[in-house]
């Protein structure tokens, strides 16, 4: 008997959380999908009507669809082949023994804990502004010519921003993942006569196989739908050299009010992530039995 | 037994760690020194790194001509509220599952970290015009309750791993005891609990306070908070760096500060348990 009780009680604790994930994740979405077979713009209020999937051919065959989907790919993979080149060196860096080791990974967490809007705005003004920003004045000292770093390489711009915010991340769960590799492997390994190198391939980098791939797949999610440092830097020009899929289906909502179609872009998105979320959530599954 | 460090190799590590950690931290700092700059030298090339005149007046300009506690305010109430009520929400739930897991509880969790990964541009069309139908565009209620929908996941997944650590042994010898499950709750779990409930609270706020795609979409002047005021700063026009540099100091420094206490639980927040 008590266990029926604490069975319902049980259930009636976990209903509120479910009943409300459940609601945001349907009524949202089935609304998107509703919203994407109509014509139907908030500049015209009173013209909705039913079209099909004309939506979604309008949104797919648009030139910007195309240019946003390789820059969104652009973006994402850059990001990710930076953080995690620059985060396992800088991981195995601070795995080793240093002085003042707590103050150092500090240093190195910082970034992500400064908000997006903020780390944009800092980096385009004060450091790549093409007169007065620092870098330009670095490249100054040594003979270069200033890069107008946002009229240039306007998207290469962006990713240096948003490497930055992630890197901190990327080198923090290989330095947990690191932390949890066993010592007396390694030893045993040198006591073989192992070269740092041969150790580092055959037993560090095997163990860190996992965390990368939860690396690759987290980042990706947040990613795949950067928007406020487009938003503050660039506006997701100029053209449609910064437009990712994320500042598209914004531009298309609240800049050119056509829901019609940026519904459909946002299924799109939806989708994309899909792909991401079911090897992620796979693989923490895998982790929940363990 | 750890292994012999040379003196030589602690060296090098040490100068090289000390290097890289700063050129990463630099662009704050560079921040934080610009903001106790003038305008003009804050513009200056060659650039001065500490050899200028130090003044504190853009922080004082920052809150004369922008109301900015306005705007910290707003921060501290929608990352404040959103977070609370989404633990009020968690904790239950969480120690449901944790305490009387069934053959579903799994599934249950697999399914609500798949909703935190539904991209939220994906949701917008619906959410603006539902907030616009209801007059919750550019109010708090309406970004507290975005904001703690879209962090409940993680804060029910972090609560769920802090709770499965709790030994079962201990609330079974509580029950023997003629324990009640409000006793329980009260005086056997809640003490333990307590690390786990901070730490999440803790993360949850960061999450909160830095969040920038619903605020920047669903707020514009009286409930925007941080995130919203600096982007206000985007305009091209005139000379505004040290401004925005103090500006920009206020927004992240108390979030830095418990960011850097909650390192380690970021880990296991943000990757769900996969990495230990």
């Known amino acids: 008997m008590a266990t029926q009780q604490t069975q319902l009680l049980a259930r009636t604790l976990l209903t509120p959380a479910v009943a409300l994930l459940f609601i945001w994740m349907v009524v949202p979405l089935a609304l998107t999908i509703y919203f994407a077979t109509l014509h139907y713009n908030l500049l015209d209020p009173g013209s909705e009507s039913f079209v099909g999937l004309e939506n979604f051919r309008y949104f797919l065959t648009d030139p910007a669809f195309l240019a946003s989907l390789q820059n969104t790919l652009v973006l994402v993979g850059s990001v990710l082949a930076i953080t995690i080149i620059l985060g396992v ?11 003042g080791l707590s103050i150092v990974r500090l240093m190195v967490i910082a970034p992500f804990f400064v908000m997006p809007t903020v780390s944009a705005l800092v980096w ?8 007065s920003g620092l870098f330009a004045w670095i490249a100054h000292l040594f003979g270069l010519p200033a890069i107008d770093w946002f009229n240039e390489a306007p998207l290469f711009s962006v990713i240096l921003i948003i490497s930055w915010q992630w890197l901190p991340f990327a080198t923090l769960i290989l330095l947990t993942a690191l932390q949890s590799l066993d010592e007396e492997q390694k030893e045993a390994a040198e006591m073989d006569g192992a070269s740092a190198i041969s150790t580092f391939i055959y037993i560090t980098l095997p163990h860190l196989a996992r965390p990368i791939t939860v690396v690759i797949l987290i980042e990706t999610i947040f990613l795949l739908t950067v928007f406020a440092e487009i938003f ?23 800049i050119q009010y056509d829901v019609g179609s940026a ?28 | 037994m750890a292994r012999m460090v040379t003196t030589r190799r602690k060296a090098i590590s040490t100068a090289a760690a000390w290097l890289v950690g700063f050129l990463i931290f630099f662009p704050i700092l560079w921040m934080v020194l610009a903001s106790f700059k003038t305008e003009l030298e804050a513009f200056a090339i060659p650039p001065s790194f500490l050899f200028f005149h130090w003044t504190t007046e853009n922080y004082v300009t920052v809150q004369e001509r922008s109301d900015y506690f306005h705007h910290a305010l707003n921060s501290i ?22 305490f009387s897991p069934t053959k579903r509880t799994k599934d249950i969790l697999l399914w609500m970290l798949s909703t935190k990964m539904m991209p939220p541009v994906g949701v917008l069309v619906p959410i603006y015009l539902i907030y616009r139908n209801f007059g919750l565009l550019d109010t708090r209620t309406g970004l507290i309750f975005i904001l703690c929908l879209g962090n409940l996941p993680i804060v029910i997944w972090m609560l769920f791993t802090y709770f499965k650590e709790i030994p079962k042994d201990i609330l ?17 779990l809640t003490p333990m609990a307590v690390p786990g409930l901070a730490s999440t609270l803790l993360l949850n706020l960061i999450l909160a306070w830095n969040e920038a795609f619903w605020t920047l979409n669903l707020s514009t002047l009286e409930a925007a908070p941080l995130t919203v005021f600096i982007a206000s700063y985007s305009s091209p026009e005139g000379l505004f760096w040290a401004k925005l540099s103090a500006a920009s100091t206020l927004a992240i420094a108390p979030i830095l500060v418990l960011g850097w206490f909650s390192q380690r639980q970021l880990v296991r927040g943000l990757t ?3 990495v230990k």
Not at chain 1, 232 to 254: D, E, K, M, R, W
Not at chain 2, 83 to 97: K, N, V
């Open chain 1, 124 to 131: 385009k003004n004060l450091l790549m502004h093409p007169v």
């Open chain 1, 89 to 99: 060196p800088l991981a195995l860096l601070l795995d080793q023994q240093v002085v």
């Open chain 2, 77 to 98: 109430i929608i990352a404040g509220g959103s977070t609370l009520i989404a633990m009020l929400i968690a904790i239950p739930a969480a120690w449901s599952m944790a």
């Open chain 2, 272 to 274: 769900f348990g996969a």
């Open chain 1, 232 to 254: 503050v830097t660039t506006g997701g020009g100029p053209g449609l050299q910064t437009t990712n899929i994320a500042f598209l289906i914004y531009s298309q909502a609240l």
């Open chain 2, 172 to 188: 079974e010898a509580a029950r023997m005891d003629g324990a009640t499950i409000g006793r329980e709750l009260i005086y056997v």
């Open chain 1, 263 to 290: 519904s459909a872009g946002g299924l799109v998105a939806v989708v994309l992530a899909n792909i991401v979320a079911f090897f992620l959530v796979r693989i923490v599954g895998r982790n929940l039995e363990a």
